[in-house]
Nanobody
């Protein structure tokens, strides 16, 4: 299984970025997909998740209203649209897969994740 995130970069505060995560080696529609981030010196934290069919989503309080996650099961890809970026959003962002066709209703713990992807760096300058 491979989860490859891309789309990170350097952006000014208030700007936008769109991350993508392409999955291979798994039946994508059997998995809910999530996003985590890890800032320097901090623990990895949950950002957002989307259910297997895209019908349910959940966001951390720190990104709610600014970030939107979506997925295209035909392309085995999940997206994270990040708007109104703040310097505190600076982190390495990783996608994650959680097996199951159940609704996404809350924060994910690390132990909920079956597969992790490699991260992509997002840097927001003030």
């Amino acid at each position: 299984v491979q989860l490859q995130a891309c789309g990170g970069g350097l952006v000014q505060a208030g700007g936008s970025l769109r991350l993508s995560c392409a999955a291979s080696g798994l039946t994508f529609s059997n998995y809910a997909m999530g996003w985590f981030r890890q800032a320097p010196g901090k623990e990895r934290e949950f950002v957002a998740a989307i259910g297997w069919g895209g019908g349910t989503r959940f966001y951390s309080d720190s990104v709610k209203g600014r970030f939107t996650t979506s997925r295209d099961n035909a392309k085995n890809t999940v997206y994270l649209q990040m708007n109104s970026l703040k310097p505190e959003d600076t982190a390495v962002y990783s996608c994650a897969a959680r097996f199951g066709r159940t609704a996404v209703t809350g924060t994910w713990d690390h132990s909920d994740v079956n597969y992790w992807g490699e991260g992509t760096q997002v840097t927001v300058s003030s």
